[in-house]
């Protein structure tokens, strides 16, 4: 069934969501760094969007943390529940992150994604990114990070 989804500014409401969806289907592993309190934080800060895809009954199928340097963006947080997966929903999410990026005078997006974490990198590689360092040890000294950019004055 097709179902259809509402890409917004995330709300006081959708906190918990939010962070339990970190916890669950991003920090597996590595301790639970984003519970209510740091996202409540980004959602209160102005130089972070927190975006959300609300499903047709109103809950976050998945959302993105984006903070704003000077020129450049850093994608701090970034998931999809499961279940809705492969539908188009995590590339229609990083499109509006970036347009308001762009919108803000944002010129580079970076990231960091678990080295092992095919999907995210494939997912990132289809969505114009590139792979630009690996840095050792990132998560908690366990598990290394690829680093990932997209400059977005590039057309
Ligand atoms: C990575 C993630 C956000 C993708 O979300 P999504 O809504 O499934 O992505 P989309 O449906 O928009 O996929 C867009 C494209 O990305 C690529 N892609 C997405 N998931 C993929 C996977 N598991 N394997 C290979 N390619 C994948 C494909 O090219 C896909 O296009 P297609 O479905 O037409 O082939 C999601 O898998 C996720 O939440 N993973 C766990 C959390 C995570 O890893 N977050 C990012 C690191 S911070």
Redesign the pocket.
């Known amino acids: 069934m097709h179902r259809t989804y509402t890409i917004e500014l995330a709300q006081a409401r959708d906190i918990p969501r939010i962070a339990a969806m970190s916890r669950e289907?991003?920090e597996q592993g590595l301790g639970w760094r984003w519970g209510p309190g740091a996202v409540q934080r980004c959602v209160r800060d102005r130089a972070t969007n927190v975006a959300v895809a609300r499903d047709v009954d109103g809950a976050p199928a998945?959302f993105g943390i984006m903070k704003y340097g000077v020129t450049d963006a850093h994608l701090l947080?970034?998931?999809?529940a499961p279940a809705?997966?492969?539908?188009?929903?995590?590339?229609?999410l990083l499109a509006w992150l970036e347009a308001s990026a762009v919108t803000a005078g944002i010129e580079l997006v970076f990231?960091e994604?678990r080295a092992g974490?095919?999907?995210?990198r494939?997912?990132y590689r289809?969505r114009g990114y590139r792979e630009l360092t690996v840095l050792r040890g990132y998560y908690r000294g366990q598990e290394d990070a690829v680093r990932l950019g997209k400059d977005l004055t590039e057309k």
């Open positions: 289907f991003i998945g947080l970034f998931g999809v809705q997966r492969r539908r188009g929903i995590g590339a229609a990231l994604a974490n095919v999907a995210a494939e997912f289809s």
